[in-house]
């Protein structure tokens, strides 16, 4: 059983559990990888738990192929090309800013925001980032006017959201063979990814990403081997491997979410602003059964 925060990325040494950490470690997460070295299982195995949770994920892939797997889910939207990313994009913005807005009505004396609903947490997934990036910026030069800015509204709010998701529920995973500052939006934006996993890394690629951990482990050829670095430290981790008839029946179990039409804040739906919402009674797996609050049979939940 894990946590929506904390989705099980694989097992470590001596079979220890290892996650990737939205709240303890870090709200985002880069996965660099050479090809054919997992990034796609890495990533599904991620989201399908999220999405279990009853959270929602918002797919950039103008490779388009990525993550069939996710493909017409309900509480997945996903983007296949450069105008639909520009468009989900300017969406999150808003948002993030919809969400900042109901977190500080909200929020109590103390800052505490865990009472203010704002909506189902969002993950991020951005496939291939360095080029993505690349062609955003090149889509805004052919339709901005004469008196838009230069750079793309919609490179700046993936910016945005790697420097206040954390506060209002969005986490970022970004996928590239190399991240560098310029894609992520600048060295302290690339900083907010605090969990980085690599494999099938050079020495560059390393140095680069994680200098503060040396000397720099072998890099395994083994496919789902990777390096999970957080906190000066590297995890060697065997990734779970979720077959796509795996990820889908997960993702579409458990609580599940609708992912908004675009235009429509995901904090909107049935919530009062600055509201701050009661905790729902804990329920025993049996009772939950009994009530149909989950549609699997009991020794399954207990599984």
Not at 118 to 128: D, K, M, N, S
Not at 183 to 197: D, H, K, S, V
């Amino acid at each position: 059983e894990t946590a929506i925060t904390a989705p099980l990325l694989g097992i470590g040494r001596g079979g220890r559990p290892v996650y990737a950490d939205f709240d303890a470690d870090s709200p985002h997460a880069l996965i660099s990888a050479g090809s054919g070295a997992g990034k796609s299982v890495t990533t599904r195995t991620m989201v399908a738990q999220v999405l279990n949770k009853g959270g929602v994920a918002l797919i950039l892939d103008f490779k388009r192929f990525s993550q069939t797997w996710a493909r017409g889910l309900p509480n997945v939207h996903y983007c296949k090309d450069i105008a639909q990313i520009h468009e989900a994009l300017l969406w999150l913005s808003a948002e993030v800013d919809a969400r900042t807005r109901l977190a500080d009505d909200g929020a109590d004396d103390e800052g505490n925001t865990d009472g203010v609903n704002l909506g189902p947490r969002i993950i991020v997934l951005a496939e291939e980032m360095n080029a993505t990036v690349n062609r955003l910026a090149a889509y805004w030069r052919t339709i901005k006017g004469k008196d838009d800015p230069n750079i793309s509204p919609a490179i700046e709010a993936l910016g945005d959201a790697l420097f206040m998701g954390r506060a209002v529920r969005v986490n970022v995973v970004a996928v590239a063979q190399m991240l560098t500052a310029r894609t992520a939006g600048g060295p302290e934006a690339r900083e907010n990814m605090g969990l980085r996993i690599l494999a099938r890394y050079t020495m560059n690629n390393w140095r680069i990403l994680v200098p503060e951990i040396w000397p720099m482990p072998k890099s395994s050829r083994h496919k789902g081997r990777v390096q999970v670095c957080v906190g000066g430290d590297a995890t060697e981790t065997q990734i779970v491997f979720l077959k796509v008839a795996e990820a889908r029946e997960l993702a579409s179990s458990g609580v599940v979410a609708s992912f908004p039409a675009q235009g429509v804040p995901v904090s909107a739906p049935g919530t009062t602003e600055g509201a701050r919402q009661p905790a729902a009674a804990p329920v025993g797996l049996a009772a939950a059964v009994a009530e149909g609050v989950v549609s699997r049979k009991l020794p399954a939940l207990r599984k």
